[in-house]
């Protein structure tokens, strides 16, 4: 399966859990309750998806090695410890 396949399936299934919420939401079909835990319940399901094809840890690292993340959490961390304060502690 491509990688562009990969995300589209992934996209499909949290469009789905979105349509369930509207629907719940919108409509008389059933309670926004029972919509709101199915759509949670699929995007969990979309979540375990994403992970087992290596969608998301994959882009996750991939944002977390440019150079312009990193300058960023090092200037944050240089502006935390010199104010004395512990990160975490704001």
């Not at 990969?6 to 789905?16: E, F, P, R």
């Not at 919108?26 to 290596?54: D, H, Q, R």
Request: charged share 20%; hydrophobic share 40%; with cysteine.
């Amino acid at each position: 399966m491509s990688q562009n396949a990969k995300k589209a399936l992934v996209s499909i299934l949290g469009g789905i859990g979105l349509i369930t919420l509207l629907v719940g939401l919108l409509t008389k079909l059933y309670p926004f309750s029972i919509g709101l835990i199915i759509a949670i319940s699929i995007w969990i399901v979309t979540g375990a998806v994403s992970t087992m094809i290596g969608i998301k840890n994959k882009e996750r690292k991939r944002q977390m090695d440019t150079p312009l993340y990193d300058s960023r959490c090092r200037e944050a961390f240089k502006k935390i410890s010199s104010e004395g304060k512990k990160p975490g502690h704001y």
